[in-house]
C-alpha cells in the first residue's frame, strides 16, 4: 500500500476552513485515498474515503488532485471539538489501514 | 450503523497473567478484524488482521504466541495477551470491515488501555 505524507501540526482558528494536505505520488489505481481522525485516548474514527473524485459529507469534503498524487481534507467551519490528529490512508486490495503520523490539529478560539 | 464494541475500555492486571479482549460489531457481521496497538504518542501499529474461522495473520514482529487471536464468529474477534509484562502496557484497539478487499471503511472501536503492573 502507498505511503502519504501529511504536515505534523496545523493550527486553525474557530469557525475558519480547516485544509489538511496529504502527499502520496507512490498511489497506485486501484487505491483509495481515507481520512481518519483520533481524538484524545479514543479508536480512530472514519471521516471519508475516495478514488478519484471529489467527496463530500456531513463531516468534511475530500478534494483528490487529477494525477491522485495528493489530496486536501476540508472541514468547512472548523470547532474546538475538531482538534484531532488526522490521518490520511492509502489503502489497497489487501483491506489493511497502515497508519502514519499523521497531522495534529489545533482549532483555537 | 457500523459500531463496533470493545470490551473492557481499560483493565490493570499482574505481571504474568493473561487478559482477554473483546471486539464486537454490534450492527453488522465483520469478515475481516484488525487489531492494532497504540503506545503514547505514537501512531497506530498494525498487529494482526484476523478472519472469521480462519487463523490470524500477524506483522512481523507481533509474536502470535503471546498476543492470542480468535474470531470465532461474525461479529465476536478476542485478543488475549498471555503472560503480560510491563512492556505490554499499551492502549490495543480493533476494527472491522464486512469483507478484506472491501472499499468499504473499517470501523474502530473505543480501545482497551492495558497497564501491567
Known amino acids: 500500500d502507498a505511503k502519504t505524507t501529511q504536515p505534523t501540526s496545523m493550527d486553525c482558528a474557530e469557525g475558519r476552513a480547516a485544509n489538511l494536505p496529504c502527499n502520496h505520488s507512490?498511489?497506485?489505481?486501484?487505491?483509495?485515498v481515507y481520512w481518519y481522525r483520533q481524538i484524545h485516548s479514543q479508536g480512530p474514527q472514519y471521516i471519508i474515503h475516495?478514488?478519484?473524485n471529489n467527496e463530500t459529507n456531513e463531516m468534511a469534503s475530500l478534494i483528490i488532485t487529477e494525477d491522485r498524487k495528493s489530496s486536501t481534507l476540508i472541514l468547512p467551519h472548523a470547532t474546538l471539538r475538531d482538534t484531532a490528529v488526522y490521518y490520511c490512508?492509502?489503502?489497497?486490495?489487501?483491506?489493511?489501514?497502515?497508519f502514519g503520523q499523521g497531522t495534529t490539529l489545533q482549532v483555537k478560539p | 450503523g457500523a459500531v463496533v464494541s470493545q470490551h473492557p475500555s481499560w483493565v490493570i492486571c499482574k505481571s504474568g497473567t493473561s487478559v482477554k479482549i473483546e471486539c464486537r460489531s454490534l450492527?453488522?457481521?465483520?469478515?475481516?478484524m484488525f487489531w492494532y496497538r497504540q503506545f503514547p504518542k505514537q501512531s497506530l501499529m498494525l498487529m494482526a488482521t484476523?478472519?472469521?474461522?480462519?487463523?490470524?495473520?500477524?506483522e512481523q514482529g507481533v509474536e502470535k504466541d503471546k498476543f492470542l487471536i480468535n474470531h470465532a464468529s461474525l461479529t465476536l474477534s478476542t485478543l488475549t495477551v498471555t503472560s503480560a509484562h510491563p512492556e505490554d502496557s499499551s492502549f490495543y484497539i480493533c476494527?472491522?470491515?464486512?469483507?478484506?478487499?472491501?472499499?468499504?471503511?473499517?470501523?474502530f472501536g473505543n480501545g482497551t488501555r492495558l497497564t501491567v503492573t
Open positions: 507512490t498511489i497506485s489505481g486501484n487505491e483509495y
Open positions: 450492527d453488522f457481521q465483520a469478515t475481516t
Open positions: 490512508i492509502v489503502k489497497g486490495y489487501t483491506g489493511k489501514l497502515i
Open positions: 476494527s472491522a470491515i464486512t469483507g478484506a478487499g472491501s472499499t468499504s471503511p473499517l470501523h
Open positions: 475516495g478514488l478519484k
Open positions: 484476523s478472519n472469521e474461522g480462519s487463523k490470524a495473520t500477524y
